[in-house]
């Protein structure tokens, strides 16, 4: 069974622009989470989707959002990049989420720098 | 929200001897607690996690202990090896909701 995928695995692009991520999930997997990652902050959870649904969102503005595609591939957005939003941002797929043993497989991660 | 805390942030052992990182959560409806490793350059990966109906769960070297009460849970890995060098993520999650992790321990085993 092939792991989550990510594209593209680098990016880099300047302020004021946008972006976008894709994710795929393992296949079968309907549950789809996003996480910031940079030097020092840990994990940060942007949002989550099921089923083509926002379910849960973190702390994050705005200029970052997401979407999922009935096939379960979800992109996110982010616009008006801003230097602080260089980070490995990683997506995170399982069966259903937010139910525990539900595992969650990370895929490889997308490495964003802004300048 | 649910707020998890780990420490310590760095961790550095000699080859063979037992490694300890705890985390604490806030949100005493959290009911699952996975640990994650990531090695250097890759994806974090699942390495245990228990149930908040389980005290205490092993697998090889590998142990991790949760105490609802104080709401506390720590990763117990023993006969360390070069290999278990990496970052360490734990998280916890509630029924319905997102996986909230810590801030990460870096784990170096010296040879």
């Known amino acids: 069974k092939a792991g989550v995928t990510q594209t593209p695995r680098y990016l880099i692009k300047t302020r004021g622009q946008q972006v976008t991520l894709s994710c795929s999930p393992i296949s079968g997997h309907r549950s789809v989470s996003w996480y910031q990652q940079t030097p020092g902050q840990g994990l940060q959870f942007l949002f989550e989707y099921f089923s083509e649904t926002q379910r849960n969102k973190g702390n994050f503005p705005g200029r970052f959002s997401g979407r999922q595609f009935s096939n379960s591939r979800s992109e996110m957005n982010v616009s008006t990049l801003e230097l602080g939003d260089s980070a490995l941002y990683l997506c995170a797929s399982s069966l259903v989420g937010g139910v525990a043993y539900n595992e969650q497989f990370f895929g490889p991660g997308t490495r964003l720098t802004v300048l | 929200g649910e707020n998890v805390e780990q420490h310590p942030s760095t961790l550095s052992v000699q080859e063979g001897d037992s490694a300890v990182i705890k985390c604490t959560y806030s949100?005493?409806?959290?009911?699952?607690f996975p640990w994650y490793k990531q090695e250097l350059g890759k994806r974090p990966q699942l390495i245990i996690d228990i149930r908040s109906n389980v005290g205490e769960k092993k697998d090889q070297r590998i142990a991790v202990t949760l105490n609802k009460t104080a709401k506390h849970f720590s990763l117990h890995i023993t006969e360390t090896q070069p290999e278990d060098s990496a970052v360490y993520f734990c998280a916890a999650l509630g029924y319905g909701q997102n996986f909230v992790f810590g801030p990460g321990t870096r784990l170096s085993v010296l040879p």
């Open positions: 949100d005493s409806a959290s009911n699952y």
